[in-house]
């Protein structure tokens, strides 16, 4: 299976540094841009059985870059994302495999769930180190 990434806004050095890895690593990749945001993932990525959707012109824009992959092993994964850090490209909170779940979702769709995904994780995180701290405090 060949590896695909969609990059949806990455842009200057980070996208540059980004589309760079792909290449060394022989990962097909594609920017997405923002008149594709509603468009379905498997589509993007050439999935027959997921059509394109008409084009739209009025998509919503995203506040932070996310990146959806395709075709990784977990050593391959682990490999890119070590290459990634190493020249430098920075972390990238939003990232996802493709999945039957997500295969038909927008981009738009996959980010959402990926925000409230992360913001579920940093409230989880914080009522942690408030039970730290009490159980600390009562000491």
Known sequence: MVSCALLYN???KKAEMTKMVCMMMNIRFK????????????????????PLKE?????APMAEEML????F?????QKFLT????????????????????????GL????ELC???????????EKRKQKQQAEDKK
Do not use: C
């Not at 959806?68 to 075709?71: A, C, P, S, V």
């Not at 290459?83 to 972390?91: E, F, K, N, P, Y």
């Not at 769709?109 to 959402?112: A, C, S």
């Not at 409230?116 to 914080?126: C, G, I, L, T």
């Open 68 to 71: 959806l992959l395709h075709g």
């Open 55 to 59: 084009a739209k012109a009025d998509n």
């Open 31 to 50: 920017s997405v841009g923002q008149e594709d945001y509603h468009q379905p993932l498997g589509a993007l990525l050439g999935m027959e059985d997921v």
């Open 83 to 106: 290459a990634l850090q190493r020249v430098g490209v920075g972390r990238i909170d939003l990232k996802a495999m493709l999945t039957e779940n997500n295969r038909t979702w927008s």
């Open 116 to 126: 409230k995904e992360r913001d579920a994780f940093k409230q989880m995180e914080e």
């Open 73 to 77: 092993g977990a050593d391959k994964l």
């Open 10 to 12: 990455f842009t200057g």
């Open 109 to 112: 769709d996959l980010y959402e």
